[in-house]
T-cell receptor, first 116, second 114 residues
Framework: GENVEQHPSTLSVQEGDSAVIKCTYS??????FPWYKQELGKRPQLIID?????GEKKDQRIAVTLNKTAKHFSLHITETQPEDSAVYFC???????????????FGKGTKLSVIP | DVKVTQSSRYLVKRTGEKVFLECVQD?????MFWYRQDPGLGLRLIYF???????EKGDIPEGYSVSREKKERFSLILESASTNQTSMYLC?????????????FGEGSWLTVV
């Protein structure tokens, strides 16, 4: 099955600096790569995703890049703000045979702290 | 707005008890999931269901079972709770339509087994 490695496990940055979180995956059939943000005590929520036919996607201060050859993808947050402090999870998915649905495998998470 | 509701936010159960965690979604999603979240281990899939009465094992199904009798409801069952099942349990749902399949999570259920 799919295996997703996520680094670093913790990350501290000064407000205004950039933050980068990296993930690698093992299954070359994976074709969908979402990123979730989980604030303390809250549910994980999708912040950005990318598909295997795209190399980069940007949404305001966040961007995701994908290198299919190397099987890794990264989340980039620019001009970080204290409200960006949370745990971030990457995930990779493959279509579940016969089920018409994607099965997501998550990384172990990165705790980002933005220091004012 | 998608709503995934988990009936119990905090539960304390005794070892050996049978535990039911209930989840309801209101978006007519075909897929429903149960994940377990532990510090340092991320989100691990226990079971998922892609249709009524259909279920598939995830990465860590041992000690758990599920039930999906209605499309909107997906239950996680611990037949005989053990202390190593103390954790946060997240229910989620997604649609099979389109190519997005964004997963929407519930608020989570904190289970303590003593």
């Amino acid at each position: 099955g799919e295996n997703v490695e996520q680094h670093p496990s913790t990350l501290s940055v000064q407000e205004g600096d950039s933050a980068v979180i990296k993930c690698t995956y093992s299954d070359s059939a994976s074709n969908y790569f979402p990123w979730y943000k989980q604030e303390l005590g809250k549910r994980p929520q999708l912040i950005i995703d990318i598909r295997s036919n795209v190399g980069e996607k940007k949404d305001q201060r966040i961007a995701v890049t994908l290198n299919k050859t190397a099987k890794h993808f990264s989340l980039h947050i620019t001009e970080t703000q204290p409200e960006d402090s949370a745990v971030y999870f990457c995930a990779a998915s493959i279509r579940w045979p016969g089920a018409g649905s994607y099965q997501l495998t998550f990384g172990k998470g990165t705790k980002l702290s933005v220091i004012p | 707005d998608v709503k995934v509701t988990q009936s119990s936010r905090y539960l304390v159960k005794r070892t050996g008890e049978k535990v039911f965690l209930e989840c309801v979604q209101d978006m007519d999603h075909e897929n429903m999931f149960w994940y377990r979240q532990d510090p340092g281990l991320g989100l691990r899939l226990i079971y998922f269901s892609y249709d009524v009465k259909m279920k598939e094992k995830g990465d860590i199904p041992e000690g758990y079972s599920v039930s999906r009798e209605k499309k909107e409801r997906f239950s996680l069952i611990l037949e005989s709770a053990s202390t190593n099942q103390t954790s946060m349990y997240l229910c989620a749902s997604s649609s099979q339509q389109g190519s997005g399949n964004t997963i929407y999570f519930g608020e989570g259920s904190w289970l303590t087994v003593v």
